[in-house]
């Protein structure tokens, strides 16, 4: 059993499952990224339009790369990934979580959270940051349920941090 698995444990249920995030599922995020609201886009990127296959792959494996999780149904669907890359620093992750619309408001946005830090901190990560519009509500709940502090950053956008306890190099 891996440490993610054992981390995840408790999040998984017969109907879905969350795991590394693999090469191979750069294609089914891709057209999870394809598939998105306009308001979508702007909630999770600041931008309107999507990375494109490239980008995603640098996000996802590049240099500054921390690792992924997903969420995929038992039938192989993806229903959300969250992923990092260090900021500024070796010991600092920039976090961030996308949820199929459909799947929202049960717990997975939660889960995927849990699992990634897990994840970095075990990798040596001591801090997250996440970077949110100010009228993100979702996910500033979601942050705060995990304990991240968030201020105005200027332009409309919260930054959000958080310590992580317990992390390896802490
Ligand atoms: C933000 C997002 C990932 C949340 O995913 P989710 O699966 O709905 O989250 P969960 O169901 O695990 O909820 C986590 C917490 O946030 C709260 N929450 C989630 N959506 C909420 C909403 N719309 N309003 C108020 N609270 C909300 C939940 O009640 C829960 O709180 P709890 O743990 O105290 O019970 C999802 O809405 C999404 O993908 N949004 C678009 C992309 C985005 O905004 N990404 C963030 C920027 S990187």
Redesign the pocket.
């Known amino acids: 059993m891996t440490s993610l698995a054992w981390c995840t444990g408790a999040a998984q249920r017969a109907d879905r499952h969350i795991r590394p995030f693999a090469p191979p599922d750069v294609a089914a995020y891709n057209a999870l990224l394809e598939s998105l609201s306009p308001a ?1 886009v702007r ?2 990127f600041h931008s309107a339009s999507i990375p494109s296959p490239a980008q995603v792959r640098e996000m996802l494996f590049g240099p500054a790369a921390l690792g992924g999780v997903l969420a995929e149904s038992s039938a192989g669907e993806l229903l ?1 990934i969250a992923h990092a890359a260090r900021e500024r620093s070796e010991r600092r992750g920039e ?5 199929a619309a459909p ?9 995927l959270t849990d699992a990634l830090l897990w994840h970095i901190a075990a990798h040596g990560t001591t801090e997250v940051v ?3 519009a100010w009228e ?4 500033a ?2 942050l705060r ?1 995990r304990g991240f502090v968030g201020k105005h950053d200027g332009g409309g956008t919260m930054r959000w941090v958080l310590a992580i306890p317990g992390s390896r190099a802490s």
Do not use: M
Request: glycine share 18%; charged share 20%.
């Open positions: 979508d909630l999770r959300g976090f961030g979580i996308l949820v799947y929202r408001r049960k717990g997975l946005g939660g889960a996440a970077y949110t993100n509500n979702a996910a709940a979601l349920s």
